[in-house]
């Protein structure tokens, strides 16, 4: 079993930034390419990133680049993500996730380990 763990979320005005973490614990970090998804009041989960297992390689949802940055740390064990320029929109309970082999798939069911998310609230 892997444990991931989210922090760093909390509320934060239009504009402003925020940096995610995800604490990884129980596997080998490294195997594992990661991901963010996001669920805002009433919507279905959706992806927001993700990251290969060595870091190299990250793809985004078109609307965030420019916006949110994905990195990890092998040493570590924790991957983040760099929320600037927040919108209203982008509130939502962030999620991280894991799979171990391939990366950079958007589907909730490729995922076997998911943490419990953090809130990330943007509002003036």
């Known amino acids: 079993q892997m444990q991931l763990v989210e922090s760093g979320g909390g509320l934060v005005q239009p504009g402003g930034s925020l940096r995610l973490s995800c604490a990884a614990s129980g596997r080998t970090f490294s195997s594992y390419s990661m991901a963010w998804f996001r669920q805002a009041p009433g919507k279905e989960r959706e992806f927001v990133a993700a990251?290969?297992?060595?870091?190299?390689?990250?793809r985004y949802v078109e609307s965030m680049k420019g916006r949110f940055t994905m990195s990890r740390d092998n040493a570590k064990n924790t991957v983040y993500l760099q929320m600037n320029n927040l919108k209203p929109e982008d509130t939502a309970v962030y999620y991280c996730?894991?799979?171990?082999?391939?990366?950079?798939?958007?589907?909730?069911?490729?995922?076997?380990?998911w943490g419990h998310g953090t809130q990330v609230t943007v509002s003036s």
């Open positions: 990251i290969s297992r060595s870091g190299g390689a990250s």
């Open positions: 996730a894991a799979r171990d082999s391939g990366w950079g798939f958007v589907e909730l069911k490729e995922y076997t380990y």
